[in-house]
């Protein structure tokens, strides 16, 4: 089906704060965006089609992938992921609070659900040109520059996302050789996610979501298919795994 804009985008969590920046940034760029969150709320624009999906639920994903079938998108951005759980567990600063039902909510919401959403999403980007799928991860998700230990469930769960981005880049570099599948670190965002560990920040650490949606997209202007399957920063700079 042909559209009359510059490009399709998909935003998986547009309700929070960085996929609700995100959502307005690329409607802006004019792109349409189809915008997914569990309430499915409408926006008051047309160049948006809001959707409802679950991440606990592979079954409201791939009636979101269904919805966009007949104009997919180029652009698929996961902006999901979870701290702080409903009720009120947070990161373990020791390996003595660890508790397996907490581990397995955050680790279903910070890696399954998005390798779920990348099952659905990336058969429908475009083979004959650039695509990108994108995934919130976080710094301290990397094995190699973790010094300070702790926030076990969380970390871990980003490390595994890290591990499938890489995968899934393998994977699709084979039949899409334009593709980009890549991890990104929006630094701290002045969000609900953060919000519980905001006190003590320094002057200039804490970055509203605009800022942070005009970042991360100029990060994601700058990749080529050389960069697949990597972790970067707000900056640009890549994240080690």
Not at 47 to 76: G, H, K, Q, Y
Request: hydrophobic letters at 45%; a neutral charge.
């Amino acid at each position: 089906m042909s559209t009359p804009y510059k490009l399709v985008a998909a935003v998986f969590g547009a309700s929070g704060g960085i996929g609700l920046a995100l959502t307005d940034a690329l409607a802006e760029r004019g792109a349409h965006v189809f915008a997914g969150s569990r309430s499915g709320a409408g926006f008051d624009s047309d160049a948006v089609t809001s959707f409802s999906f679950d991440l606990t639920d592979e079954a409201s994903i791939a009636n979101a992938a269904s919805i966009m079938r007949e104009t997919p998108p180029e652009v698929v951005l996961v902006t999901t992921g979870v701290l702080t759980l409903v009720d009120g567990s947070g990161p373990e600063r020791t390996y003595r609070k660890l508790n397996p039902n907490v581990m397995e909510e955050v680790f279903r919401l910070n890696t399954i659900g998005p390798a779920l959403i990348a099952k659905h999403m990336l058969p429908l980007l475009p083979r004959d040109k650039r695509c990108l799928f994108a995934a919130l991860s976080a710094r301290v998700g990397s094995i190699s520059d973790n010094s300070l230990g702790g926030w076990h469930s969380y970390r871990a769960s980003k490390a595994a996302l890290n591990m499938l981005i890489r995968n899934f880049a393998i994977e699709l570099s084979r039949t899409h050789k334009h593709a980009v599948v890549a991890g990104l670190h929006p630094g701290t965002v002045d969000s609900n996610l953060s919000k519980p560990f905001q006190t003590g920040l320094a002057d200039g650490q804490l970055t509203e979501p605009a800022q942070a949606a005009t970042n991360l997209l100029s990060v994601l202007d700058s990749l080529t298919a050389s960069d697949t399957g990597k972790v970067f920063d707000w900056k640009g700079d890549v994240i080690p795994a």
